[in-house]
T-cell receptor, first 112, second 110 residues
Framework: DAEITQSPRHKITETGRQVTLACHQTWNHNNMFWYRQDLGHGLRLIHYSYGVQDTNKGEVSDGYSVSRSNTEDLPLTLESAASSQTSVYFC???????????FGQGTRLTVV | EDQVTQSPEALRLQEGESSSLNCSYTVSGLRGLFWYRQDPGKGPEFLFTLYSAGEEKEKERLKATLTKKESFLHITAPKPEDSATYLCAVQANSGYALNFGKGTSLLVTP
């Protein structure tokens, strides 16, 4: 079955370190998204991509970057991790207009 | 700026006690309104998409409706397994990303 997977599921890192969260989907979807979920804020959009070599900033993009070198993967990089980036991160993908997004299981990131 | 507001923040129901969750929205050109269910420690799971005012969709004990300003998720005779956080999101004509509300946490007790 097609799916979307995130790795790792849990990570603890130190302030100032570079961290990369992986997202891989096997639906061949053009659209991929990264969200973070925090108590009191709900899901907020970090970055998104509508195809290979396309990336766009979302609502809370400062301190994050993405790259899209193929259809299946959209890794999220925290350039220099900060405590404010402690959160649960969700990757999602969708295809076409008016279609639902499918979400991964999430990565819980703790920055100490 | 697009805004999605869900109410109530939390709802506790007895098994069999029907109720409704509200999602009010402002968006510059609605492409679609989405309902998701999220269980603790998991990613959101898609439930419904509504595209135009007056549209309704049903799935088991859940029914979603849409007006020009809000959407309702009606839960009929809920069971404990319906306990979850329900998320509402809008997709604007300007793009494919979803703008989420903060969710309603539903607890159904036996």
């Amino acid at each position: 079955d097609a799916e979307i997977t995130q790795s790792p599921r849990h990570k603890i890192t130190e302030t100032g370190r570079q961290v990369t969260l992986a997202c891989h989907q096997t639906w061949n979807h053009n659209n991929m998204f990264w969200y973070r979920q925090d108590l009191g804020h709900g899901l907020r959009l970090i970055h998104y991509s509508y195809g290979v070599q396309d990336t766009n900033k979302g609502e809370v993009s400062d301190g994050y970057s993405v790259s899209r070198s193929n259809t299946e993967d959209l890794p999220l990089t925290l350039e220099s991790a900060a405590s404010s980036q402690t959160s649960v991160y969700f990757c999602a993908s969708s295809n076409g207009i008016n279609t639902e997004a499918f979400f991964g299981q999430g990565t819980r990131l703790t920055v100490v | 700026e697009d805004q999605v507001t869900q109410s109530p923040e939390a709802l506790r129901l007895q098994e069999g006690e029907s109720s409704s969750l509200n999602c009010s929205y402002t968006v510059s050109g609605l492409r679609g309104l989405f309902w998701y269910r999220q269980d603790p420690g998991k990613g959101p799971e898609f439930l419904f998409t509504l595209y135009s005012a007056g549209e309704e969709k049903e799935k088991e004990r859940l029914k979603a409706t849409l007006t020009k300003k809000e959407s309702f998720l009606h839960i009929t005779a809920p069971k404990p397994e319906d306990s979850a956080t329900y998320l509402c999101a809008v997709q604007a004509n300007s793009g494919y990303a979803l703008n989420f509300g903060k969710g309603t946490s539903l607890l159904v007790t036996p």
